[in-house]
């Protein structure tokens, strides 16, 4: 079974800056790709960005340059740090284990213009 909950989401300026958090609790955390999601008001959820067990990233074009997903597995844990952060980034982010269908809560990011 996977449990995922993700924090650091809030309220920032365009321009600013946030690191979110997605604490996995799940089994062989190690050896699994994961993912970033987000979903804006009336949008459809989009993937933001993947880390593969080897450290491999991917990015969505829109956020390339901007963003960065990193984990740590001593600490179940994957980021996003999220830098120059524009309003159109405004979404509900959620993080995934890549290859499975399991949803945290989310975290809000609202960047205001």
């Known amino acids: 079974q996977v449990q995922l909950v993700e924090s650091g989401g809030g309220l920032v300026q365009a321009g600013g800056s946030l690191r979110l958090s997605c604490a996995a609790s799940?089994?062989?955390?190690?050896?699994?790709?994961m993912a970033w999601y987000r979903q804006a008001p009336g949008k459809q959820r989009e993937l933001v960005a993947t880390?593969?067990?080897?450290?491999?990233?991917n990015y969505v074009d829109s956020v390339k340059g901007r963003f960065t997903i990193s984990r740590d597995n001593a600490k179940n844990t994957v980021y996003l740090q999220m830098n120059s952060l524009k309003p159109e980034d405004t979404a509900v982010y959620y993080c995934?284990?890549?290859?499975?269908?399991?949803w945290g809560q989310g975290t809000l990011v609202t960047v205001s213009s």
């Open positions: 799940m089994r062989s955390f190690s050896v699994e790709t």
């Open positions: 995934r284990v890549r290859r499975l269908i399991a």
């Open positions: 880390i593969t067990d080897s450290g491999s990233t």
